[in-house]
DNA sequence: GAATCGATCAACT
DNA sequence: GTTGATCGATTCG
């Protein structure tokens, strides 16, 4: 296994999904080259987690990517969006990490273009991520991070101030997994979801340098 | 037909 | 700025 794929493997997934926060994301799509730094996680685990697509064992030709090799993408739909997890931990083990939101670094007008929106608007969800990087099918789907051309540059870290964790956004709060602190994010950023103004710092948008 | 890891717009403070 | 209802694509049972 290279170094790369080891960066998801070998610890505990939620640490992984705290690791990525800082991270550079990019996209190099025809269209052009977007870039953003991740500042919000979600972690899901497999086939314990009530919230996980593969809960109990589940296992679906749509979700077979999630037990695929570590660092691989997953992408699926939800309503008309389109959202993807970092496939974690060893091959069989269908744990992911959901990129919910980033701090745009490069591309912004072709995020713009995409979004038809400005600002926070543009990357501050899992669905708008989606359409903002470009993602219009699953042609990523089971991909690995290593060499597509959706990839995460692990080489280098912006370091958060804080580290905030809440419950998960979304998932079903009967299942017993419903109400586990599985959210990570950047403290303050106003990129994440539903980060009130006046909670956001516009400053140094909650980065420690 | 039910369920789903969401986004938007209208209505309100 | 914030909250709450509505829209909606695809897969699975």
């Given at each position: 296994?290279?170094?790369y794929?080891?960066?998801?493997?070998?610890?505990?997934t939620e640490?992984?999904?705290k690791?990525l926060?800082?991270?550079?994301?990019s996209?190099q799509s025809s269209?052009?080259?977007?870039?953003?730094l991740?500042?919000?996680?979600e972690?899901?685990?497999?086939?314990?987690?009530?919230?996980?697509?593969a809960y109990?064992?589940?296992?679906?030709?749509y979700s077979?990517?999630?037990?695929?090799a570590?660092?691989?993408i997953?992408?699926?739909?939800?309503?008309?969006h389109?959202c993807?997890d970092?496939?974690?931990?060893?091959?069989?083990?269908?744990?992911g990490?959901l990129?919910?939101?980033l701090?745009?670094?490069?591309g912004?007008?072709l995020?713009?273009e995409?979004?038809h929106?400005v600002g926070?608007?543009?990357?501050?969800?899992?669905?708008k991520?989606?359409?903002?990087l470009?993602?219009?099918?699953?042609?990523?789907?089971g991909?690995?991070?290593e060499?597509?051309?959706?990839?995460?540059?692990?080489?280098?870290?912006r370091a958060p101030?804080?580290i905030?964790v809440s419950?998960?956004v979304?998932v079903?709060?009967?299942?017993?997994?419903?109400?586990a602190?599985?959210?990570?994010?950047?403290d303050?950023?106003p990129y994440?979801?539903?980060m009130l103004?006046?909670?956001?710092?516009?400053?140094n948008?909650?980065?420690?340098?």
């Open positions: 296994m290279s170094p794929q080891a960066f998801f493997t070998n610890r505990p640490e992984i999904a690791d926060l800082g991270r550079e994301l996209y269209a052009g080259r977007v870039a953003g991740i500042v919000e996680t972690a899901y685990l497999g086939e314990q987690d009530s919230a996980s697509h109990n064992g589940r296992r679906t030709n077979e990517a999630l037990y695929g570590p660092g691989t997953y992408v699926y739909q939800i309503r008309a389109y993807f970092a496939v974690v931990q060893d091959q069989e083990e269908p744990q990490i990129i919910r939101a701090e745009p670094t490069e912004l007008e995020m713009e995409r979004r929106q926070v608007n543009l990357t501050n969800g899992p669905g991520v989606g359409q903002a470009g993602l219009v099918d699953r042609h990523l789907d991909q690995p991070l060499t597509a051309p959706l990839s995460i540059d692990l080489t280098k870290r101030q804080s905030g419950s998960r979304g079903n709060q009967r299942g017993s997994h419903g109400n602190p599985l959210r990570f994010f950047v303050h950023n994440v979801s539903k103004k006046r909670d956001s710092d516009l400053v948008h909650g980065w420690g340098d």
